[in-house]
């Protein structure tokens, strides 16, 4: 009796060449974005910013245009937002401790969106 080919071994040998090509480039795909990472950071996850880089703003004029910038990034309904407004219009510790920490809930890239604009509104000393 004649032997068959048996073509579903060869179609799974096949499939499983082609993941194993596609592991190994997604893999060195990761390498190399990984390469310039500092140690210890996660995987796709941004590293939140040192305390130290983000500061907020001491004076009423400048809480007030880092709350127009935030209504304009995160949006005027959003918690950090009216945080920083209740702190704006109030002026105590409490109120600017907790808008603080409300500011660095926020994602990085909205608080350096917001920072950002909040300097741009600055009046120039110029």
Known sequence: MAK??????ERAERQRRKTARRDERLAAKAERRDKGRPPG?????????PAATVTMPADAAAMHRLG????????????????????????GAED????????????????????????????SLA
């Open 4 to 9: 068959r080919p048996n073509y579903g071994q």
């Open 41 to 49: 950071e996660g995987e796709g996850a941004e590293a939140p910013p």
């Open 68 to 91: 127009q910038a935030l209504a304009f990034v995160c949006g005027p309904d959003h918690a950090a937002t009216l945080a920083v407004q209740r702190a704006v219009e109030s002026g």
């Open 96 to 123: 600017i401790a907790r808008a603080r920490a409300m500011f660095l809930q926020l994602g990085p890239r909205d608080q350096r969106a917001a920072l950002a604009i909040a300097a741009a509104a600055a009046p």
